[in-house]
T-cell receptor, first 113, second 113 residues
Framework: GGIITQTPKFLIGQEGQKLTLKCQQN?????MYWYRQDSGKGLRLIYY???????QKGDLSEGYDASREKKSSFSLTVTSAQKNEMAVFLC????????????FGEGTRLSVL | GDSVTQTEGQVALSEEDFLTIHCNYS??????LFWYVQYPGEGPQFLFR?????EKGSSRGFEATYDKGTTSFHLRKASVQESDSAVYYC????????????FGQGTILKVYL
């Protein structure tokens, strides 16, 4: 069976720091997603990619960069961490957003001191 | 843009109670609709999907029927158990909007013995 692996599981950063989160999937899925999860606000789409080297902005892309250099991996960079920020970042992958339900990794938990 | 609204932020029930979580959507085209469940410390897990009017999706005793007329996909379960306590998310995927997957705010379900 396939798996989506997010690294690291926990990330502690300093204010202003650039932080990179990584996601790998072995389903051979075309589409990959990055979501941010804050308490009481659901899942908000940051970036998604429909194929290698493609990037599409979601509703929350400001303050983030993304990279899809290989079909199997999708990384997200927080360009400047905000003080006291706490959130969970979730990666997902799918064939597409209609014919198959995207599958999620377990998340990266970010805390900024 | 496409959106999903879950009416209840939190639902508290006793075991064997009937569950309804309301989900309404707004989309430019004819989306696929999904329900996910998330347990603490894990990523969201796919429950089921539907993609046509009047289609019923179901899994683990949960069910929802796609209703294009009322733009709804309400989650129901006849008899909840304590182990159903989790966060539930409704989502839509609309291919004409480029493989985006849009989530509702989530509903926290707590089931008491």
């Amino acid at each position: 069976g396939g798996i989506i692996t997010q690294t690291p599981k926990f990330l502690i950063g300093q204010e202003g720091q650039k932080l990179t989160l990584k996601c790998q999937q072995n389903f051979n899925h075309d589409t990959m997603y990055w979501y941010r999860q804050d308490s009481g606000k659901g899942l908000r789409l940051i970036y998604y990619s429909i194929t290698e080297n493609d990037l599409q902005k979601g509703d929350l892309s400001e303050g983030y960069d993304a990279s899809r250099e290989k079909k199997s991996s999708f990384s997200l960079t927080v360009t400047s961490a905000q003080k006291n920020e706490m959130a969970v970042f979730l990666c997902a992958s799918s064939i597409d957003s209609f014919n198959q339900a995207p599958l999620f990794g377990e998340g990266t938990r970010l805390s900024v001191l | 843009g496409d959106s999903v609204t879950q009416t209840e932020g939190q639902v508290a029930l006793s075991e064997e109670d009937f569950l309804t979580i309301h989900c309404n959507y707004s989309a430019s085209g004819y989306p696929a609709l999904f329900w996910y469940v998330q347990y603490p410390g894990e990523g969201p897990q796919f429950l089921f999907r539907a993609s046509r009017d009047k289609e019923k999706g179901s899994s683990r005793g949960f069910e929802a029927t796609y209703d294009k007329g009322t733009t709804s996909f309400h989650l129901r379960k006849a008899s909840v158990q304590e182990s159903d306590s989790a966060v539930y998310y409704c989502a839509l995927g609309e291919p004409s909007s480029g493989q985006k997957l849009v989530f509702g705010q989530g509903t926290i379900l707590k089931v008491y013995l």
